[in-house]
């Protein structure tokens, strides 16, 4: 029994580096032309495993090996890491358009509305299309401009309750200022988008503040690379499919969220609307 258990297990191990090797080599003939790589890439982890915190100093000591532009695979998934300055210039400046695509993801197919938003859609007329909005509508010079009131009166309120934070003994004390600064960028982005303040003092209504900051916090804990099962797929067959309900019930939510402001907006009276982007696209959309 125990020689048939060998030979038995001897043979399947065999089987896995044949496998292995002719997959290797079927890789290597669909993707003539990428970038040096390590040489072991393991079977359905690729080069996962050499991945460890700092992920900076990793990729920094794989470009001294293997140059300044290299390949992984992170599971099924083929990546290229760009570590100098030229070679990003010639990446992004040079040849952006053939880099412009965005591989499909989880987040955007749900929270970024099947992948129709400026930061998830493919490059295309779709995505040219909601650039030249953002430029012309939503961000350009005369349209931010009309918004300084907005970042002077964010950056004075820094200001005070940083001056606030700061009295202790001897006129000095220690300060967070990570949320100091989250809280201003929030608010002056909010106050831009909406018309309202979510976080800190003076927020005019605290529930909507609150579910508003819980909505951003899940969406940026759901964002990177928190999902295995979009680079090892079979994940998805034992539980994996969970991050995926989490996210549909995030964007559910986002959904709410954000129709209940833009009906706000239709709702008000000529007399009530202020100086918001939202309202100045649906200004837009009416004529």
Known sequence: MEDIFFYSSLSIFVCLLVTFQLFRQSK?????????????????LGHLYLLKPPIHRTFHRLSQKHGPVFFLWFGSRRVV??????????????????????????????????????????????????????????????????????????????????SQSARGENRFSKVELKSMLNEMTFNNIMTMVAGKRYVGDHVSDKEEGKEFIEIMEEAFSYGGGTNPGEFMPFLNWFGGGSYERKVKKLAKRADVFLQRLIDEHRNKSPSEKRNTMISHLLSQQEC
């Open 81 to 162: 890491i760009v570590t100098s300055f030229s070679a990003v210039q010639e990446c992004f400046t040079k040849n952006g358009i053939a880099l412009a695509n965005r591989p499909p993801s989880v987040l955007g197919k749900h929270l970024g509305y099947n992948s129709t938003t400026i930061v998830s859609s493919p490059y295309g007329d779709h995505w040219r299309n909601i650039r030249r909005i953002s430029t012309m509508e939503v961000l350009s010079t005369g349209r931010l401009n009309s918004f300084a009131d907005v970042r002077k009166d964010e950056v004075k309120h820094l200001l005070r309750k940083l």
């Open 28 to 44: 290597k003939h669909r993707y003539p032309n990428l970038p040096p790589s390590p040489s072991l890439s393991l079977p359905i």
